[in-house]
């Protein structure tokens, strides 16, 4: 399978855990994003990397939330001291380079605060 | 603000007829829209897209229809099946730097009878 891979699928932890999630993009798709969706809600844009460079965070990012990319493969997402409101699905998706292209999505990973 | 949203929160459709999802955006600078498909516990899956230069644009079983006039986008399904059943998505992408930021609908939920 060649698609978008991410883990774990799921993560359950306790309020104030820091958490971090990984993503493997298409191997050939210079861009990679984040999304964060809510139960009965399309993906909210969290970020997106361009090869390995950050080029764009939505104000959904707080300090808490930090993306990296470090060799322009796969992604983490870490939250650091969780709270209840972190509970969402988070959506990883890449694409080529080149304007606007189709996004590739994985099945996400699943983040539940107790 | 400007926004992307779905007329119909869910659509109950028989098996065999066709299927119609509208979307209506308000950004005049989206420049390009893509339709998707969320199965439960899945990502979203990339169905169709179509740029802001196109009023129609054809696909397996699928057509994607865009009025930049009253800014509306619809799906349409031919013969749909009961794996049609599923949450579908627009979203659309701005004319500007910021390639890939996709706004999403909250989606319609398709409903598929015997």
């Known amino acids: 399978d060649t698609g978008v891979s991410q883990n774990p699928r799921h993560k359950i932890t306790k309020r104030g855990q820091n958490v971090t999630f990984r993503c493997d993009p298409i191997?050939?798709?210079?861009?990679l994003y984040w999304y964060r969706q809510t139960l009965g809600q399309g993906p909210e844009f969290l970020t997106y990397?361009?090869?390995?460079?950050?080029?764009?965070k939505s104000r959904l990012l707080s300090d808490r939330f930090s993306a990296e990319r470090p060799k322009g493969s796969f992604s983490t997402l870490e939250i650091q001291r969780t709270e209840q409101g972190d509970s969402a699905m988070y959506l990883c998706?890449?694409?080529?380079?080149?304007?606007?292209?189709?996004?590739?999505f994985g099945d996400g990973t699943r983040l539940s605060i107790l | 603000g400007e926004s992307v949203g779905l007329h119909l929160p869910t659509l109950s459709v028989q098996e065999g007829d066709n299927s119609i999802i509208n979307c209506a955006y308000s950004?005049?600078?989206?420049?390009?829209f893509i339709w998707y498909k969320q199965e439960s516990g899945k990502g979203p899956q990339f169905i169709i897209d179509?740029?802001?230069?196109?009023d129609k644009r054809q696909g397996q079983r699928v057509t994607v229809l865009l009025n930049k006039t009253v800014k509306h986008l619809s799906l349409q399904i031919a013969a749909t099946q009961p794996g049609d059943s599923a949450v579908y998505f627009c979203?659309?992408?701005?004319?500007?730097?910021?390639?890939?930021?996709?706004?999403f609908g909250a989606g319609t939920q398709v409903v598929v009878t015997p």
């Open positions: 998706a890449s694409s080529p380079s080149g304007g606007n292209q189709p996004q590739h």
């Open positions: 191997s050939e798709h210079n861009r």
């Open positions: 990397f361009q090869n390995e460079a950050q080029l764009e």
């Open positions: 950004n005049s600078a989206s420049d390009y």
């Open positions: 179509i740029r802001s230069n196109m």
């Open positions: 979203a659309e992408g701005p004319k500007t730097d910021s390639w890939g930021k996709f706004q």
